[in-house]
T-cell receptor, first 115, second 112 residues
Framework: GAGVSQSPSNKVTEKGKDVELRCDPI?????LYWYRQSLGQGLEFLIY????????KSGLPSDRFSAERTGGSVSTLTIQRTQQEDSAVYLC?????????????FGSGTRLTVV | GNSVTQMEGPVTLSEEAFLTINCTYT??????LFWYVQYPGEGLQLLLK?????DKGSNKGFEATYRKETTSFHLEKGSVQVSDSAVYFC???????????FGKGTRLSVIA
């Protein structure tokens, strides 16, 4: 597609429920990143995928968080047993090549509210 | 480790004022440096970048120069407009496809 697409744009869930957030990157972009943006905290790296390599999960805050990328394209971020501190905007980005040269293209994010 | 420090906001300026948002970094090697902008209700957009020392990135009237000696990448604009009101993020890339490291963002409000 023309840009990075994320869905849903807003999600309200009850504490303890599982949620799935979807990211559809730009076609042909080999690298895909998930970040979390909390008020006053900037952008926190969560996980990234590069081609067929094993993902870098070093930023995931707990084992309740997981992500997969199917067919080198669409990615799903899953949060199990959501907690109120998981409330944030979850941003997905993709890159066509070396980050230092191209930077990222970001989606508009999914605003998650856990009540 | 690698980190980015930005001046805290919010920054409030009158239209046509001069803007500087300070950004300093700590990194091993020679990172690439970026400024991203997030307009209200939107995702982050790449504003400008510089990939080596003394490079100047520029876009939409904004400029930033990669200063290795001071490990800085300050964002400047000579005359801001109301439409520049947004949150600005400084970021660095170490190498390859390693994730960008972002500062906490600086909120700019420009009043007419």
């Amino acid at each position: 597609g023309a840009g990075v697409s994320q869905s849903p744009s807003n999600k309200v869930t009850e504490k303890g429920k599982d949620v799935e957030l979807r990211c559809d990157p730009i076609s042909g972009h080999t690298a895909l990143y998930w970040y979390r943006q909390s008020l006053g905290q900037g952008l926190e790296f969560l996980i990234y995928f590069q081609g067929n390599s094993a993902p870098d999960k070093s930023g995931l805050p707990s084992d309740r968080f997981s992500a997969e990328r199917t067919g080198g394209s669409v990615s799903t971020l899953t949060i199990q047993r959501t907690q109120q501190e998981d409330s944030a905007v979850y941003l997905c980005a993709s890159s066509q090549g070396v980050t230092g040269t191209y930077g990222y293209t970001f989606g508009s994010g999914t605003r998650l509210t856990v009540v | 480790g690698n980190s980015v420090t930005q001046m805290e906001g919010p920054v409030t300026l009158s239209e046509e004022a001069f803007l500087t948002i300070n950004c300093t970094y700590t990194a091993t090697g020679y990172p690439s440096l970026f400024w991203y902008v997030q307009y209200p209700g939107e995702g982050l957009q790449l504003l400008l970048k510089a990939t080596k020392a003394d490079d100047k990135g520029s876009n939409k009237g904004f400029e930033a120069t990669y200063r290795k000696e001071t490990t800085s990448f300050h964002l400047e604009k000579g005359s801001v407009q109301v439409s520049d009101s947004a949150v600005y993020f400084c970021a660095l890339s170490r190498s390859g496809n390693t994730p960008l490291v972002f500062g906490k963002g600086t909120r700019l409000s420009v009043i007419a």
